[in-house]
């Protein structure tokens, strides 16, 4: 990269590495894991910076670079082998609105064991089309594919989506009952 | 679940993000440095790429050297001592010899012509309708190891090229029946108007070239130069072509230079398909 570009570059970096890192964490569901991963797409654009600042739309860019890293990722073996054991329980706050609560660990649910339940392709439409909100046709710049199919990864990611809720909250259900009986 | 739903949840859901410790200084610092890496590797790759095609490649452009003696009038030759042929035992084998009769060989000999010599010959720009009747002939040579059998096909034949007419000679010697080894050959061809080198190839063959360029003969006033290619094969046996320049008369300076280069000749020996019956 020349001299010229690295502000450039530098304040794209700065402004984008959190939002870079909530999609991918909304990818794997893990924290740790979705660092990794905003740390490698940024290199990686560092190193076609030149090619990108000539396309405009450098955001867009770096979405992709994101989303294919995250599915090579997956794509490694020892990554398909690996079993998160799950989140260390957290002490209760005092002072939190018990709602408010309840609905961010409700959300978190929703996160680290029914989305991750989705198929990689469909999620990643999901999150960046509820998530990110970009249109059905920024959705298929950035996956690489046509409309139709993100439309229809949608749907089936919807139905994956819901499916694997009405599990969780099944269970969380019957975990209820089982405490109270 | 709605849609909207989703979206809510998925905003909530990275409320316990933790801070997030991304420097940038020391970023640009690593990203420097892993682009100097990977550069690094890349030139050592290419470096690397450049030696083995240099190294595999050699034999191949000590043997084109001499082609780029293109004009066969401005050659200028001596001779040159004989190739080092050490570690190259001739012949190779035992093998008895095989005793050959036209009359046997001939429509093995016809299928190779058209399915081989000849469209090789006309790879290398012969006009299809301008090659002549290939005659080959067994015959006793002074390069036969005896004259006991009479294993050295030989012919030639008549054709326009891209330079105009021209001659294609033809040596296909059955197993142990070529005599010279290739530093004997070379000898034997040893004359202030003739180069001749010896190559191992690859496979442990070997090639010897020769070049002759006289100047204007005294008889005819022609440029009579010839060049050729020896193939010892392995197997003992040795394929020959020769290129020159064909006189149309006795009066008519047709053509100046040798047609075909050394490549165009070690395409034509090396040919496995050229070769006497087994």
Known sequence: MRKAEEPGFREFAVTHAASLRRTAYLFCGDWHTAEDLMQQSLMKLYQAWHRVQQQDHAGAYARKILLRTWLDEKRRPWRRAEQRDGELPETADSNADPDLVSGRLWARDLIQKALIKVPPRQRAVLVLRYFEDLSVTDVAAVMGCTEGTVKSQTARGLVALRAAVDALENNGSAMETEVAS | ??????????????????????????????????????????????????????????????????????????????????????????????????????????????????????????????????????????????YERDNS??????????????GGPAQLGTTIAGVSAWGPPPDEFCAIRQDANTTCNATRRSDGSMVVAVEFAADKTTSNGFYSGYRSIYHYRKDGSVVGMESRANFVNSTVYANTGIPLTFDQLVDLATNEMIALPR
């Open chain 2, 1 to 142: 679940m709605s849609e909207q739903d989703l979206r809510d949840s998925m905003q909530q859901a990275v409320w316990d993000e933790p801070p997030l410790d991304f420097d940038p200084d020391s970023f640009m610092a690593r990203a420097e440095q892993l682009t100097k890496r990977r550069r690094a590797l890349m030139s050592v790759g290419v470096a690397t790429a450049l030696i083995i095609a240099a190294v595999a490649t050699l034999p191949a452009v000590l043997t084109s050297g001499r082609t780029r003696v293109e004009s066969a009038t401005s050659v200028s030759t001596t001779a040159t001592p004989g190739p080092s042929t050490a570690n190259f035992p001739w012949p190779p084998n035992d093998e008895p010899r095989r005793n050959h009769t036209y009359e046997q060989d001939q429509p093995y000999l016809e299928n190779m012509w058209v399915n081989v010599i000849s469209p090789a010959l006309q790879r290398q720009g012969a006009d299809p309708s301008s090659i002549g009747v290939w005659s080959p002939t067994y015959q006793g040579t002074g």
């Open chain 2, 149 to 162: 059998a009479a294993d050295v096909l030989y012919g030639s034949v008549s054709y326009v090229g891209p």
